[in-house]
């Protein structure tokens, strides 16, 4: 069984970068595919990047591409998600997920752990 924990979300402005982070128990997390999903009030959830299991193939939506990262401390068992140049539009609950495939998916069908989210709100 793996439990996930995020933290990080907060109120910010437009342009401020923040990070998140998501603590993993129950596993070592280079043993686990991630994923970064969000969802906007009235939304549904997105995926927003994935990092791969062992080998840190990531993957980001266009949306998000070339602002955020996601990155594995492996000595702290955490996913991280560096998020810069923030807009309005990014304004949601982040979720992130787990799961035991080496490629991590875009659907979140294919994600058997989840964290309670985190809300990040970005001011204009």
Not at 58 to 65: F, G, R, S
Not at 94 to 106: E, N
Request: a positive charge; aromatic letters at 8%; proline letters at 3%.
């Amino acid at each position: 069984q793996v439990q996930l924990v995020e933290s990080g979300g907060r109120l910010v402005q437009s342009g401020d970068s923040l990070r998140l982070s998501c603590a993993a128990s129950g596993r070592p997390i280079n043993n686990l595919s991630m994923g970064w999903f969000r969802q906007a009030p009235g939304k549904e959830r997105e995926w927003v990047a994935g990092i791969s299991r062992s080998i840190d193939l990531t993957v980001y939506a266009d949306a998000v591409k070339g602002r955020f990262t996601i990155s594995r401390d492996d000595a702290k068992n955490t996913v991280l998600l560096q998020m810069n140049s923030v807009k309005p539009d990014d304004t949601a609950v982040y979720y992130c997920a787990a799961d035991l495939r080496m490629v991590p998916a875009r659907a979140q069908s294919e994600y058997n752990y989840w964290g309670q989210g985190t809300q990040v709100t970005v001011s204009s």
